[in-house]
């Protein structure tokens, strides 16, 4: 875009001056027309990105729960080999819960990437996971903050945030990412455990740790919620239900 108003220029001294004004226009901008007279830079070459990597069917694999990512085969990507950054977060402190693995894992990879201290909430069961997710952090020359609980407790929500803001020493980006799904195909078969758990999970814990970290930030922070893809792909059972 930089380029449009003083090519126009140019076209307008070139009608009235002739070649002087040209000469007047790459003295003014030498930079301008060298950038002209430069030969084009080759990028790299473009992919089909639906063939780049592993695509269904899988092979069955179970896990008790919670289950881990590095248990998965093939391995899920969240951008370990091929997320750069660029440097757009640089100096912002984030904290996201589930950062362990899935979206949670990725958002934490890109933000250290991109400048960002990442804190990050996890279960307990998932300490594996999280110790590789410490290392891609502060891979990218950032600081992480690995902070196990259960955020269905509110109080743990509120130390979640307290211990998130001392470890970062602020906090600007909070990414509300954690959630639970366990399909029935009957109404009948969801207990009320179960769904206290996932409401527990997606919704109260989201309140919760929001509530806690208003405090916290200053207008230009960021506040991200996260959505079941079910909103807009749902599962095929679903729709045989009656």
Request: some cysteine.
């Amino acid at each position: 875009m930089t380029d449009k108003p003083s090519t126009a220029r140019t076209s307008r001294r070139s009608v009235v001056g002739g070649m002087a004004g040209g000469v007047l226009a790459a003295i003014a901008n030498p930079a301008q027309a060298q950038q002209s007279n430069a030969a084009p830079i080759a990028g790299p070459a473009k992919q089909d990105p639906t063939t780049q990597y592993p695509r269904p069917p899988f092979k069955p694999q179970q896990q008790e729960w919670p289950g881990l990512a590095g248990k998965m085969d093939p391995r899920p990507d969240h951008g370990e080999e091929s997320y750069k950054g660029s440097g757009r977060l640089a100096g912002r402190k984030a904290l996201i819960t589930g950062g362990d693995s899935g979206m949670g894992r990725a958002a934490a990879i890109a933000f250290a990437r991109e400048g960002a201290d990442v804190a990050f909430g996890y279960l307990p069961a998932e300490e594996a996971d999280a110790k590789e997710v410490v290392q891609l952090i502060e891979a990218a020359g950032r600081k992480a903050v690995p902070l196990p609980g259960d955020i269905r407790d509110e109080a743990f929500c509120q130390k979640l945030v307290e211990d998130a803001v001392a470890g970062l020493d602020g906090l600007d980006i909070l990414v509300s990412n954690a959630a639970r799904q366990q399909p029935q195909k009957e109404l009948a078969d969801i207990t009320t455990e179960a769904f206290d758990w996932t409401f527990k999970t997606n919704v109260y814990a989201m309140f919760w740790i929001t509530k806690a970290a208003l405090k916290h930030m200053d207008a230009g922070s960021s506040i991200i919620v996260t959505s079941s893809v079910n909103a807009y792909a749902p599962d095929e059972r679903w729709s045989t239900m009656p």
